[in-house]
C-alpha cells in the first residue's frame, strides 16, 4: 500500500503546476471551442466519423463529460490526466514486476515523473496518450493473466475467457482513445518471448482479431491525418531514404532525451534532412549497431535487451516519418510522441541498473532516490511551463529561435486579444499589441515564407490594421500556394479552408461583394461543415437585404452547432427585423445561455436588455428583466463599458425611471468620451436629449 500511495505522490508533486494551467494550442479544436462536447446532444455526434479532429471517441467522450460537470474549468481536466498518469505508472509496476524485472517499483515511479512526459500529462489534447495508455497497459495485464490461465492448452472453466474478452475490450478501447496502441498485439508477442513461452499457432490464432482490429484503426487515422489533418504536400515529400535518416535520428533522440532530460521544448528543431549526404548516414549506423549487440546478448541468453528495445522502436515507429503525420510539418520529434514506447527504454536502463547492483541496497535506494528527486524537480519545473499558450510559446521561442511556429502562434494570440482590448476602449493599449502581432507575423514569413497559414496570419494583422490592399496581396498568395497544394481535392482541411474565408472578407474590405460571397461560398464548399464560411456568407446575404438566404445558411450553421453564439444572435436579429418577434425573443434568448467567453455575454446582455426594453410587443416587452439583466452585466464588468451603461439607461427610462436613465446616460456619455469613443459618446448624448425631453416619468 505504501508503495502504490509513494508512485500516485510522486506523480501529483512532480505535476501539481499543472493543476494551475490553462489551455493551450489546440485545445479549442478539443475542447473550448468544441461544439459537439458542449453541447447536451454532442456526445451522439462525437460517436460518429468526421464531425471531430480524429476520430477518438473516447477522448472527446471524456471531455463532454467534464464539461457536463465543471463547464470550461481546466483544473479538472488536469487533474483528471494527472489522476490517469498516475494510474499508468502503478500499471507499470504491476507488469513490470509480473515480468520479473529487477527494479520494478522503480521503473514505474521514473516512468511517473520523468519529464518527458510532461508534455502528455500537462497538455490536456493529450489525454488521448494517458486515456490509451491506461487501456493499453490493462488490456496486457488481461491478456497475460488469460494466457496464464490457458498455458496448459485450453483456458480453464469459463474463467480464461472473460480475461481474453476484457483484453479485447480493453484494446478497443485503447485503440478509440488513440490508434498508436495498435502496436499491442506486437508487444504481446514481446513479452511472450521474454517469459520463454512458445508462439505456439493457438497463441497467434488468439491474436489475430486484435491484429485485425488494430490495422483497420491505424488505417482510418492514416487517413484522416491526410484528407481531414492534411499532412500531405510539401513538408511531407520525402523519399525513402530520407526517412530512413528522419528515422534513425528520432530512434536516437528519444532515448538521449529519457537518459538526459535537458532543454526539453514543445516544438524541437525541424531536422534538415538529405540521402545525399554521406556524413549523415552515421545514425542509422549506430542503430544497425545497438541492433547488433542486442541481438549478440540475445544470442548469450540475456533476452531483455533486445527486446525491451524492439518494444521501443515498435511502439514509437508510428511517428518516426514513415507515415505522414501532421505535427512533422513542424518537427520531427515530439515529447509526446515517446509516452509509451519510452516504457522500453526506462525498463532496459532501470532493470540494468538494479540486475548490476544486486547485493547493494543501500546504495540502490539512494541512487534511486536521487534520480526519482531529479526526475521530479525537472518534471515540476517544465510542468509551469504549460501554465497558459502565451507562456508555452514564449518559452519554445526561447529555446528554438529559428521556429516559425511559436511567431504565428504568438501572433494569433495578441490578434485575439485586440477584441477584448477595443471592448474597453483603450487605444494605446490596442496599438502596441497590433504592433507585436504583426512583428511576429512577419518573423514567422520570414522563416516559413511559402507556407499558406503563416502568410495568412500576416494578412490578418495587416487586415486589422488597415492596411487592406497589402493584406489582400499576402492573402491571395496564401489562397495560391493552397490551391497548387490542394489540386483536385474536393475537400479542404478545416484550417486551410478558413484561407478563403479571410481572403473573402478582404474583397469585402474592398467593395468586391460579389468576389467575397464567391470566396465564402467556395469555403463552404470545399468544407461543407465550416462554420466560419457559412456565417460569413449570411452577413454579407444580411447586408444586402437576403434575409431569407441569409436565414438559411444561419440554419445550417445551428445544425452542425447549435449553440453557436454568433449564429443564434444573427439570427435572433433578422428575425426581429422580419418582425418574427417570439422567434427573436426565443434566439435572444438562446444567445445569452450559449454566451461563453465575456465578450459574448456583454454583447448577449446588450442584445437581450434592448429587445426586452424597446419591443414594440408588450406580449415580449419585460422591463423589469431588462434592467435586471443590463444591471448584473455592468455590476460584473465594474461599469467599465459605456455600450453597457447605455442600454442600462435605455431599460431604465422605458421602466420609467426617467432620474436613472439620465444619470447612467450621462455616466455612458463621459465613459465613452474618456475612451475616445466620439461616435457612441454623439449617440448616447442625442439618448440623453431625449431622456431629460421625457420628464420625471417616462411611459411604459
Known amino acids: 500500500m505504501a508503495a502504490t500511495v509513494a508512485i500516485v505522490a510522486l506523480a501529483l508533486v512532480a505535476y501539481l503546476p499543472a493543476l494551475q494551467a490553462g489551455y493551450i494550442w489546440d485545445d479549442d479544436s478539443y475542447l473550448t471551442a468544441n461544439p459537439h462536447v458542449q453541447a447536451p446532444d454532442g456526445l451522439t455526434r462525437i460517436w460518429v466519423p468526421g464531425y471531430t479532429p480524429q476520430y477518438y471517441p473516447l477522448v472527446f467522450t471524456s471531455f463532454w463529460i467534464e464539461y457536463a460537470l465543471w463547464g470550461l474549468e481546466p483544473v479538472g481536466s488536469h487533474l483528471l490526466n494527472i489522476l490517469l498518469h498516475a494510474v499508468n505508472a502503478l500499471l507499470v509496476w504491476r507488469l513490470t514486476r509480473r515480468l520479473g524485472l529487477p527494479g520494478a517499483w522503480l521503473i514505474g515511479a521514473v516512468f511517473a515523473v520523468h519529464p518527458v512526459h510532461v508534455e502528455s500529462v500537462a497538455w490536456i489534447t493529450e489525454r488521448k496518450n494517458v486515456l490509451s ?54 508487444a504481446l508477442i514481446l513479452v511472450m518471448l521474454y517469459l ?38 510539401p513538408e511531407w515529400d520525402h523519399g525513402f531514404l530520407d526517412r530512413v535518416l528522419i528515422a534513425a ?98 525498463a532496459l536502463v532501470v532493470s540494468g541498473a538494479a540486475w548490476l547492483l544486486p547485493r547493494h541496497r543501500p546504495l540502490r535506494i539512494g541512487l534511486g532516490a536521487v534520480v526519482l528527486v531529479a526526475l521530479g524537480g525537472l518534471a515540476h519545473f517544465q510542468a509551469k511551463t504549460y501554465r497558459d499558450a502565451e507562456t508555452l510559446w514564449m518559452d519554445t521561442l526561447a529555446k528554438n529561435p529559428d521556429s516559425w511556429m511559436p ?109 467575397a460571397e464567391a470566396a465564402y461560398r467556395r469555403a463552404a464548399g470545399v468544407d461543407p461543415q465550416s462554420v466560419l464560411a457559412r456565417s460569413a456568407l449570411a452577413s454579407l446575404l444580411a447586408e444586402q437585404g437576403r434575409v431569407d438566404e441569409a436565414l438559411k445558411e444561419l440554419g445550417a450553421v445551428l445544425s452542425l452547432e447549435p449553440r453557436h453564439f454568433g449564429a443564434l444572435l444573427a439570427t435572433a436579429q433578422l428575425s426581429e427585423q422580419r418582425g418574427d418577434l417570439a422567434a427573436a425573443r426565443r434566439y435572444y434568448e438562446a444567445a445569452a445561455r450559449g454566451a461563453r467567453t465575456p465578450l459574448e455575454q456583454i454583447q448577449a446582455a446588450i442584445a437581450l436588455a434592448r429587445f426586452l ?62 475612451v475616445n469613443a466620439p461616435d457612441l459618446a454623439r449617440e448616447i448624448d442625442e439618448k440623453l436629449q431625449r431622456y431629460r425631453a421625457g420628464g420625471d416619468d417616462a411611459p411604459n
Open 407 to 515: 511567431h504565428t502562434h504568438l501572433a494569433v494570440i495578441r490578434l485575439n486579444q485586440l477584441a477584448e482590448i477595443n471592448q474597453r476602449a483603450k487605444p494605446q493599449e490596442w496599438q502596441r499589441v497590433l504592433a507585436e502581432a504583426r512583428d511576429h507575423a512577419q518573423r514567422a514569413v520570414g522563416l516559413k515564407p511559402d507556407d499558406p497559414q503563416v502568410i495568412g496570419t500576416l494578412s490578418e494583422a495587416l487586415r486589422i490594421e488597415g492596411r487592406y490592399d497589402e493584406a489582400f496581396d499576402h492573402q491571395s498568395r496564401a489562397v495560391r500556394l493552397l490551391e497548387q497544394r490542394r489540386a483536385g481535392q474536393a475537400r479542404w482541411p478545416r484550417r486551410e479552408a478558413t484561407e478563403l474565408v479571410k481572403l473573402g472578407r478582404l474583397h469585402l474590405l474592398r467593395d468586391e461583394r460579389a468576389q
Open 613 to 674: 426594453a424597446t419591443c414594440p410587443d408588450p406580449a415580449h416587452r419585460d422591463l423589469a428583466r431588462a434592467v435586471e439583466i443590463a444591471e448584473t452585466a455592468n455590476e460584473a464588468t465594474d461599469r467599465r463599458y459605456p455600450s453597457l451603461l447605455d442600454v442600462l439607461a435605455e431599460a431604465y427610462f422605458a421602466a420609467g425611471h426617467t432620474n436613472q436613465a439620465i444619470a447612467t446616460a450621462t455616466e455612458a456619455r463621459d465613459l465613452a468620451q474618456q
Open 249 to 346: 535520428r528520432a530512434l536516437l533522440f528519444y532515448p538521449a532525451k529519457l537518459l538526459w532530460p535537458h532543454s526539453l521544448m514543445f516544438v524541437y528543431p525541424r531536422w534538415t534532412i538529405d540521402a545525399g549526404d554521406l556524413v549523415a548516414w552515421w545514425r542509422p549506423a549506430i542503430v544497425l549497431a545497438v541492433a547488433a549487440v542486442a541481438v549478440g546478448v540475445w544470442v548469450r541468453g540475456r533476452r531483455g535487451p533486445l527486446l525491451a528495445l524492439a518494444f521501443y522502436a515498435g511502439t514509437v515507429l508510428p511517428a518516426l516519418g514513415f507515415i505522414n503525420v501532421y505535427p512533422h510539418r513542424f518537427s520531427f520529434v515530439a515529447d509526446h510522441f515517446q509516452y509509451l514506447a519510452s516504457l522500453g527504454i526506462i
Open 133 to 186: 495508455g491506461c487501456f493499453y497497459l490493462s488490456a496486457l495485464l488481461a491478456y497475460l493473466r488469460f494466457d496464464e490461465q490457458g498455458r496448459a492448452g485450453r483456458p480453464n472453466a469459463g474463467d480464461g475467457w472473460g480475461w481474453y474478452g476484457a483484453a479485447l475490450g480493453l484494446y478497443v478501447a485503447a485503440l478509440l482513445s488513440k490508434s498508436v496502441t495498435c502496436s499491442l498485439p506486437a
Open 196 to 233: 520463454r513461452r512458445p508462439l505456439t499457432w493457438r497463441r497467434v490464432r488468439l491474436l489475430a482479431p486484435m491484429c485485425a482490429i488494430g490495422v483497420l484503426a491505424a488505417a482510418n487515422t492514416i487517413l484522416v491525418e491526410r484528407l481531414n489533418v492534411g499532412a500531405h504536400g
